[in-house]
């Protein structure tokens, strides 16, 4: 995460695990087999850390802004290459990343979206399954290199400028109201 992917080899790996290469690959086929089993762990860790979130936030505005603080604190620790190496170089991976994004987070987003509205914090008109398609639509859009050339956007703003639109777009008036007590710079 901290150095991207192309850029770090076995060597550097085993070296850094104060192993040698020989009983690394007694663990692991290769590269590609490492950084699938990375992305596997980083997925189920994930899972775990986000399914912990409703029941530690008061209501489903601040669950949103739990996960919003929860991806800028990875994409802080993360280099901008890193995404990019995986859309670029491991497909396998990448799609393991967009199945999570479509499947797990789809799923949250729609649950939260259903528990706003019967808060009375967001719009009861809404339609969950189309604003949580929405919502993971654009979040997979932030990693597009043609629109958002990782070398011209702060990954950081990007994320926290979706946000803010997520929910300026979603929240009822009571919404806006809870909103600014938890983020006054959202409302």
Same mark, same amino acid.
């Given at each position: 995460?901290?150095?991207?992917?192309?850029?770090?080899?076995?060597?550097?790996?085993?070296?850094?695990?104060?192993?040698?290469?020989?009983?690394?690959?007694?663990?692991?086929?290769?590269?590609?087999?490492?950084?699938?089993?990375?992305?596997?762990?980083?997925?189920?860790? *994930?899972?775990?850390?986000?399914?912990? $979130?409703?029941?530690?936030? !008061?209501?489903? %505005? @601040? =669950?949103?802004?739990?996960?919003?603080?929860?991806?800028?604190?990875?994409?802080?620790?993360?280099?901008?290459?890193?995404?990019?190496?995986?859309?670029?170089?491991?497909?396998?991976?990448?799609?393991?990343? *967009?199945?999570?994004?479509?499947?797990? $987070?789809?799923?949250?987003? !729609?649950?939260? %979206? @259903? =528990?706003?509205?019967?808060?009375?914090?967001?719009?009861?008109?809404?339609?969950?399954?189309?604003?949580?398609?929405?919502?993971?639509?654009?979040?997979?859009?932030?990693?597009?290199?043609?629109?958002?050339?990782?070398?011209?956007?702060?990954?950081?703003?990007?994320?926290?400028?979706?946000?803010?639109?997520?929910?300026?777009?979603?929240?009822?008036?009571?919404?806006?109201?809870?909103?600014?007590?938890?983020?006054?710079?959202?409302?």
């Amino acid at each position: 995460m901290r150095y991207g992917i192309k850029s770090i080899t076995m060597d550097d790996v085993a070296r850094e695990m104060g192993i040698s290469k020989k009983t690394l690959y007694q663990h692991v086929n290769n590269k590609t087999d490492l950084i699938e089993r990375i992305i596997h762990q980083h997925i189920h860790d *994930e899972k775990q850390c986000l399914s912990e $979130m409703p029941g530690n936030a !008061r209501d489903s %505005i @601040e =669950q949103v802004l739990m996960i919003a603080r929860h991806v800028v604190q990875i994409l802080r620790g993360m280099r901008p290459t890193t995404m990019f190496d995986l859309k670029k170089n491991y497909h396998k991976c990448w799609n393991m990343m *967009e199945e999570f994004q479509q499947e797990y $987070m789809y799923k949250m987003i !729609r649950i939260n %979206i @259903e =528990q706003g509205i019967k808060e009375g914090l967001y719009l009861e008109n809404l339609d969950p399954d189309i604003i949580a398609k929405l919502y993971v639509g654009k979040t997979m859009l932030l990693t597009d290199e043609k629109m958002f050339p990782m070398l011209e956007y702060d990954r950081d703003k990007l994320f926290t400028e979706f946000i803010r639109y997520h929910l300026r777009g979603i929240v009822s008036e009571k919404g806006m109201q809870k909103l600014k007590t938890y983020q006054p710079d959202y409302a």
